[in-house]
């Protein structure tokens, strides 16, 4: 059976901590559904960890700091022998060693709003051209620049195909300005379209799966409330890696948590056509 990896940072850090193991099961379950094996990846005691168990998930959920890890730190965790929850770019690297080629998470990091005047750029969009790893996602976050993160996708050579949808999605939002290097509607071909692009290029593909309409949030009440809390994060001087979970932080509170909702959900879609797809490739 194909396995599916999904992340420990959405476990660890994107949901309150009485909800994780709830939210994991569940998505293993979603994709057990669809005929495919779920693997939670994380890094447990210096261990990387493809199939994580309740109790290494137990002892990520009780430690007081467990750190994110990029592609860039991801050794010095390993060599001190410390846990770290994985984001986009490791899980890729992580799952790739492993031999799995299906992942499933929410949304893309990518190029952050002026990056001209500061550079901030995701270590996730260059994870795509390293490890062979189909990654089913909602977009990109919604409060980086989605234009400018497609349009690096494109200068990396990395394919972005939609599912669906002649759009790419921006996570809470079902479209957005930016398109889609080609559609598929039949999961078979998209199937097999990942099968062949992966023997091809030994490179990652973007599966674009928008977040499911009646769960997608109002465009302008989104920006709204982004443009509230992107004031107030800037104005308390947090910046680099703090700046992104602070503003999903403030929003989920001024939202009254609608956006953390929205972004379960759209996991939830992600992880069953992950498992649709890791069924057939």
Known sequence: MNSVALETTLII???????????????AAIVDQQGAH???????????????NDEELDLLLAATDV?????ANLGVHLHRGSHAATTVSTTMELAAAAGVRVFATGGL????????????ISADLMAFTRFPVAVVTSGVKSILDVG?????????GVPVVGYKTDSFPAFYLPTSDASVDARFDDADELADYIRFELARTSRGIVV?????????????????????VTKAVAASGITGREWTPAIL?????????????????LVKSNAALAGLL???V
């Open 208 to 228: 674009a799966n928008p977040i499911p309409k009646e769960h997608a949030l109002d465009a302008d009440q989104w920006n709204s409330w982004l443009a509230e």
């Open 38 to 52: 779920p693997v939670l990846v994380g890094v447990v005691n210096g261990k990387p960890t493809i199939g994580m």
């Open 13 to 27: 850090h994107g949901v309150p901590a009485d909800t994780s193991r709830a939210l994991a099961h569940e998505l």
């Open 148 to 156: 400018s993160t497609r349009e690096a996708l494109e200068t990396l």
């Open 278 to 280: 890791a069924a057939r």
């Open 67 to 71: 750190p994110k890890a990029n592609t």
């Open 109 to 120: 990091g990518g190029v952050h709003k002026g990056y001209a005047e500061h550079l901030d």
């Open 249 to 265: 932080g403030e929003v989920h509170r001024i939202s009254d948590g609608a956006t953390l909702r929205a972004n379960i959900e």
